[in-house]
């Protein structure tokens, strides 16, 4: 070719080139630009709860603009809430695949993806998924959370365990019973494994992690009794009511079927009399004692175990119930009958208490607008 006519060739192949480039840049900024907008319609859509809307404007933004992260983000989900997670796992998915992702978008997706596998209790799936959070971002509050939450989910309490163990934002004694709990579920789990003594193992455990925690001693006298060890089981309930006397309540039931069949009934009584001698607060112990003393004929002393439980909690009227029965084997009929009049009156006269069904607060008097969360003809009486 002539080499005077090449010259003006290349020029004229070049100036054509940048013009298309220019065009093609021009095209693909008003394409962002409109995808941005689109975006940001979907965004006010699902404020405003159409999330059928805000799915056709993130739709629209991604064809608009494929490398729109966030808009497929937002479908995702919303498949998700609407019920199709599997459609979801497919989309958060696919995105990981792409090249060049930022960490942030990064964490964003997997997050998205570890709720898809939740919504549809693929707790392996979501385990792995929030580990690779963790990997890149060691304390994330969010991925901690799930994880704990999946844990117990999949029922690996030794995980859930750990992870409580490690964490630093709990205070204390919320760790402590929070750890406690976990051990416990060891233990029943072994149980149904016919795991007796390892299940113990683990009632010791949670006691252990809080001296407080009142399902292991329950469980753990259980499970003696359940391999006809009363003795044991007795010893277990016996520390539970001295260590835990505002709950003791919850063992006196165990505690009673243990000494009859160990035919220790005198024990029974000495247990009550030193729940009363160390806690006369606490009114079980007065009605414990009442309850023998009445089995065994002992209808004054049962009387004055009674009236100690009144002067203990005047407003229960279990212990008033009771004490209306001895006087009629007494045959202090008249006594019994002012007592019952006394009580009817007082419970007829008794002031209603209402409930908001909105938040819940509770209130003494019937008022047109709940003093807690302000809404109107909320309050119902409570049944409790």
Same mark, same amino acid.
């Given at each position: *070719?002539?080499?005077?006519?090449?010259?003006?060739?290349?020029?004229?192949? &070049?100036?054509?080139?940048?013009?298309?480039?220019?065009?093609?840049?021009?095209?693909?900024?008003?394409?962002?630009?409109?995808?941005?907008?689109?975006?940001?319609?979907?965004?006010?859509?699902?404020?405003?709860?159409?999330?059928?809307?805000? %799915?056709?404007?993130?739709?629209?933004?991604?064809?608009?603009?494929?490398?729109?992260?966030?808009?497929?983000?937002?479908?995702?989900?919303?498949? +998700?809430?609407?019920?199709? @997670? !599997?459609?979801?796992?497919?989309?958060?998915?696919?995105?990981?695949?792409?090249?060049?992702?930022?960490?942030?978008? +990064?964490?964003?997706?997997?997050?998205?993806?570890?709720?898809?596998?939740?919504?549809?209790?693929?707790?392996?799936?979501?385990?792995?998924?929030?580990?690779?959070?963790?990997?890149?971002?060691?304390? $994330?509050?969010?991925?901690?959370?799930?994880? %704990?939450?999946?844990?117990?989910?999949?029922?690996?309490?030794?995980?859930?365990?750990?992870? =409580?163990?490690?964490?630093?934002?709990?205070?204390? !004694?919320?760790?402590?019973?929070?750890?406690?709990?976990?051990?416990?579920?060891?233990?029943?789990?072994?149980?149904?494994?016919?795991?007796?003594?390892?299940? +113990?193992?683990?009632?010791?455990?949670?006691?252990?992690?809080?001296?407080?925690? =009142?399902?292991?001693?329950?469980?753990? /006298?259980?499970?003696?009794?359940?391999?006809?060890?009363?003795? $044991?089981?007795? #010893?277990?309930?016996?520390?539970?009511?001295?260590?835990?006397?505002?709950?003791?309540?919850?063992?006196?039931?165990?505690?009673?079927?243990?000494?009859?069949?160990? &035919?220790?009934? &005198? $024990?029974?009584?000495?247990?009550?009399?030193?729940? =009363?001698?160390?806690?006369?607060?606490? #009114?079980?112990?007065?009605?414990?004692?009442?309850?023998?003393?009445?089995?065994?004929?002992?209808?004054?002393? @049962? #009387?004055?175990?009674?009236?100690? @439980?009144?002067?203990?909690?005047?407003?229960?009227?279990?212990?008033? *119930?009771? %004490?209306?029965?001895?006087?009629?084997?007494? &045959?202090?009929?008249? =006594?019994?009958?002012?007592?019952? /009049?006394? %009580?009817?009156?007082?419970?007829?006269?008794?002031?209603?208490?209402?409930?908001?069904?909105?938040?819940?607060? #509770?209130?003494?008097?019937?008022?047109?607008?709940?003093?807690?969360?302000?809404?109107?003809?909320?309050?119902?009486?409570?049944?409790?």
């Amino acid at each position: *070719m002539n080499q005077e006519l090449l010259l003006p060739l290349l020029v004229l192949t &070049g100036t054509l080139i940048l013009f298309l480039l220019i065009f093609l840049r021009r095209h693909k900024s008003r394409q962002q630009v409109e995808a941005q907008s689109e975006y940001i319609a979907g965004l006010h859509a699902l404020i405003a709860g159409d999330k059928t809307g805000a %799915l056709e404007k993130f739709r629209r933004t991604v064809r608009l603009d494929t490398d729109y992260i966030d808009g497929y983000l937002k479908i995702g989900d919303i498949l +998700r809430s609407e019920g199709d @997670a !599997l459609k979801a796992i497919k989309i958060h998915r696919d995105l990981l695949i792409r090249p060049s992702l930022k960490k942030t978008q +990064r964490l964003a997706i997997l997050r998205s993806l570890a709720e898809d596998y939740i919504a549809v209790q693929e707790w392996k799936n979501a385990q792995v998924v929030l580990q690779q959070i963790l990997d890149l971002a060691h304390k $994330d509050e969010w991925a901690l959370s799930k994880e %704990l939450a999946v844990y117990e989910e999949m029922g690996d309490w030794q995980g859930a365990y750990d992870i =409580t163990k490690k964490n630093g934002r709990l205070n204390k !004694l919320e760790k402590k019973t929070q750890m406690a709990a976990y051990k416990y579920e060891q233990g029943v789990q072994l149980t149904h494994l016919k795991r007796e003594h390892d299940a +113990r193992l683990r009632f010791r455990e949670s006691i252990k992690e809080n001296p407080s925690f =009142t399902p292991a001693y329950l469980s753990l /006298s259980d499970s003696y009794v359940r391999e006809n060890r009363a003795n $044991d089981a007795l #010893v277990v309930l016996k520390k539970f009511i001295r260590s835990n006397s505002e709950k003791s309540f919850l063992a006196f039931s165990r505690l009673r079927q243990t000494l009859f069949e160990l &035919g220790h009934f &005198g $024990d029974l009584q000495t247990v009550f009399l030193e729940l =009363t001698r160390d806690h006369p607060e606490i #009114v079980e112990g007065y009605l414990g004692l009442a309850e023998i003393y009445e089995k065994k004929g002992e209808f004054l002393r @049962a #009387v004055e175990a009674c009236k100690q @439980a009144i002067a203990s909690d005047p407003s229960r009227i279990d212990h008033k *119930m009771i %004490l209306i029965r001895l006087y009629n084997k007494l &045959g202090r009929c008249d =006594t019994a009958m002012e007592l019952a /009049s006394e %009580l009817a009156n007082n419970l007829l006269v008794a002031k209603h208490r209402y409930i908001c069904s909105s938040c819940g607060a #509770v209130a003494d008097e019937y008022r047109a607008r709940c003093h807690s969360c302000a809404k109107w003809n909320t309050l119902e009486i409570s049944r409790d």
